[in-house]
């Protein structure tokens, strides 16, 4: 299993600004993911975080909106740039561990991000 | 691709009443498949999984799911509803693309536990 942490767990923002979310995990993994969860709706995946590559962006998300860092086996961050109120969403990371059973993600428990 | 639907947005049950929470999906390879729960303002936990093996699973807090091929559809169950049971609920499934696992989710349950 994994433990993850998120900083921060909730913040208002004013538009125009931009905000680094940051996730830690307690070992060293392979592959992250940032997912987006706006309001009432199912979660919708942003990008994939590889440990010293670019990151993949899925359809309908670019680097120059959310850029990702991934320093590390243990940490990444994705930041939302130049927010507006339809980025008012919860922000979970979550990272792909492989055991016994297959593999398995688990998530943290989430940044919930205010937009005025 | 893939995909998964999930039936009833809002799904109301009476404590000691089963619960029954609908998902299909559509995945062109062999699907993993996942229920996540979550509580108010908290994030996602793995209730259950079906990988391989047996298609009846079983998973945390009482609930199971059965993977049935022949109709795409993986229904979670549990027998008799508790008031801690109030939750979203997600169905999942997972491409698993050689060294890590892409999650497409459904749009979720809300499960709501009346006395």
């Known amino acids: 299993s994994a433990v993850i942490s998120q900083k921060p767990s909730r913040d208002i923002c004013q538009r125009g600004t931009s905000l680094t979310i940051q996730c830690q995990v307690d070992?060293?993994?392979?592959?992250m993911f940032w997912y987006r969860q706006q309001p009432g709706q199912s979660l919708t995946l942003i990008a994939t975080?590889?440990?010293?590559?670019?990151?993949?962006?899925e359809s309908g998300f670019v680097i120059d909106k959310f850029p990702i860092s991934r320093p590390n086996l243990t940490f990444s961050t994705l930041t939302v740039s130049n927010m507006s109120p339809e980025d008012s969403s919860i922000y979970l990371c979550?990272?792909?561990?492989?055991?016994?059973?297959?593999?398995?993600?688990?998530f943290g428990p989430g940044t919930r991000l205010t937009v005025l | 691709a893939q995909s998964v639907t999930q039936l009833g947005s809002h799904v109301s049950v009476s404590e000691g009443a089963l619960v029954l929470l609908r998902c299909n999906y559509s995945?062109?390879?062999?699907?993993?498949l996942f229920w996540y729960v979550q509580y108010p303002n908290q994030g996602l936990q793995l209730l259950l999984k079906?990988?391989?093996?047996?298609?009846l699973v079983k998973g945390i807090n009482g609930f199971e799911a059965e993977f049935k091929k022949s109709e795409t559809s993986f229904h979670l169950t549990k027998p008799s509803a508790h008031m801690s049971d109030a939750a979203e609920y997600f169905c999942?499934?997972?491409?698993?693309?050689?060294?890590?696992?892409?999650?497409?989710f459904g749009t979720g349950t809300r499960l709501q536990v009346t006395l």
């Open positions: 999942a499934v997972s491409e698993f693309t050689g060294t890590a696992s892409k999650l497409t």
């Open positions: 975080a590889n440990q010293g590559s670019e990151a993949t962006y």
């Open positions: 995945s062109s390879v062999p699907p993993y």
């Open positions: 979550s990272v792909d561990i492989r055991n016994r059973g297959g593999n398995e993600q688990f």
């Open positions: 070992s060293q993994v392979t592959m």
């Open positions: 079906y990988t391989t093996g047996a298609t």
